[in-house]
């Protein structure tokens, strides 16, 4: 993707940030309320074939995603799995939190 189209895709979406080949972001959520969207997240990953970074902290889960299949370059997957981690995120009443 050209850095013209990131930048629409990301203004589109919404939420999300770059950072290099990355986007990310973070969401305030208790610790046990973050493994339960961790699963549900994995679980997703499993069936669409692509699959973000995941930090999970005490009070806060962050979301990194780029195609690592593509030599680490963002692609359409990444917005698409971007836009399920936002749904799944409303889900589990997970707040959006900056970086």
Do not use: N
Request: hydrophobic share 40%; aromatic share 6%.
């Amino acid at each position: 993707m050209t850095d013209s189209a990131i930048e629409g895709r990301l203004l589109k979406l919404g939420g999300w940030s770059r950072v290099g080949d990355e986007i990310t972001r973070s969401f305030g959520i208790r610790y046990h309320g973050g493994v339960a969207m961790i699963v549900h997240v994995a679980d997703v990953e499993r069936l669409i074939g692509h699959h973000a970074d995941i930090d999970l902290r005490w009070d806060r889960i962050r979301f990194g995603i780029t195609t690592h299949d593509a030599g680490h370059r963002l692609t359409d997957a990444d917005f698409d799995l971007a836009k399920r981690i936002d749904q799944i995120a409303a889900a589990h009443g997970a707040e959006p939190v900056a970086d």
